[in-house]
């Protein structure tokens, strides 16, 4: 690097001879000194036979700092950072993961297809009276990328575009992913305060998920196609992402599957609480505000908006069982402090759905039915997945997780039991659970003769339940017919008086 920082102090030299020499011969005629001052740029040029590329921290978009430089940034802590001499180790901000980078001011030399590339980060020296409006406190930073000018073709059209792929790629290795919920709407002033975030630490897996192996494998590979199908989207001019509506009866594993495909998927999962959101145009922030390679979840969404436009007061009535289908949001009105079914829709797949990269979009339901079915049309709700009540494959995956059983002569009789009774896996797997890690063998069989015990229970409980709903209904019909009965009577004798009145007799 001695023989670069000799030509660039070279260069240097002559371009400030240059400068001085403009400002002695302000006499000499303007053509004269502009033909000097290209001459000189051409000497130093022609003596300097190096170049460099700046990456500045914050590029066109000031407030957010530019991809290069933190694709170069992952790049150089990944690749190059233990040819350094600084070396500068910090706590990732969401992880515990140690993150080693080149220290400021430090140079690092890179190898590439037989050309040698120097890196150097520094500081740009901060102008005392500019007032910092976008809360970073450190100056910006920027890395200059110097190489000998013979390979810039080379530099410009093959490193740094491998620079960008490879940090990108250690970026997504290292980073921690982060489960985002929304601030209340009007809560935050600043440009990154619509969402606030936790590190997502759910341990839920595709292998823990009690359902049909089958039905299981199909997600699976609906997920897999998703994720490699970039240029496919591009090709049919689709926005890249999809939508999927997990509907089933509380308990069957709606919100886990969802913790298991952003694992199986390692994106991050931006939880929308639609009650929260006062409007429209807040609802479009928050979308622009997430990032891609995402799942963006509105869990129970017919209960997040009435009918009405009032929101989240209906959950109860509706797990009541309310006749009425209700609908979760108003078609039609919007009267700019509702977010509206049109306002959602438009989250989903309007222009808007479109920025930054692949994304899922997932809502959970437990009654299909109420659901507008603008919402959830194929398109929008590209999958519909039935989340069901345990039969006895789902029941097998739980036995293992929960025991490590595979098999057990109880399995026939739960098996039987399974398919006669409504359970969910939740309710299953609450009774699988051993009471003490030492006589995990026993538990298994007390777990397994509890689980039997209870589906048996819940078996007599839906056949009483079904009979009283019979002789309610019985009832309901025999006091319908009465009421016609007794009108039919009524009815009769009306008309007989009617005929005696009229002398027909
Ligand atoms: N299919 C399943 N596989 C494994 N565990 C399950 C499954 N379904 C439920 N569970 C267990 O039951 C608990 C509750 O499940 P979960 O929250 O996923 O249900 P849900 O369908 O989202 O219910 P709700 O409709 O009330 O939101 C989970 O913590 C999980 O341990
Ligand atoms: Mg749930």
Redesign the pocket.
Known sequence: MAVVDKWTGLGSALASFLFLWSMVQRHVPVTLSHRVATWANKLASYLNPYLEITISEYGAERFRRSDLFLAAEAYLSDACALRARKLKAEIGRDSSNLQVSVGDNDEVTDDFQGATVWWYVAKKVPRSNVINLYGNQDEPRFYRVVFHRRHRDLVVAKYLPHVLREGRAVTVRNRQRRLFTNNPSGGGRGRGDVWSHVAFEHP?TFD????DPEEKEEILDDLEAFREAKDYYTKVGKAWKRGYLLY??????????IAAMANFLDYDVYDLELTAVNNNTDLRKLFIETTGKSIIVI??IDCSVDLTGKRKDDKKQADGGADKPKLPMEPEKDEGSKVTLSGLLNFIDGLWSACGGERIIIF?T?HKDKLDPALIRRGRMDRHIE?SY?RFR?FK??AKNYLDVEEHELFGQIGQLLEETDM???DV?ENLMPMSKKKKKRDANVCLENLVEALKQAKEDAAKAKEKAEAAKKKAQEEDDAKKGKGQDQGDKTSESKMSNGHIK
């Open positions: 839920a823990t998920l009690a359902m089933g009866p509380p308990g069957t594993g709606k919100s886990t599957m869990e129970d959970t437990n989340m345990c789902a995956v739980l969910s896996p939740a797997a």
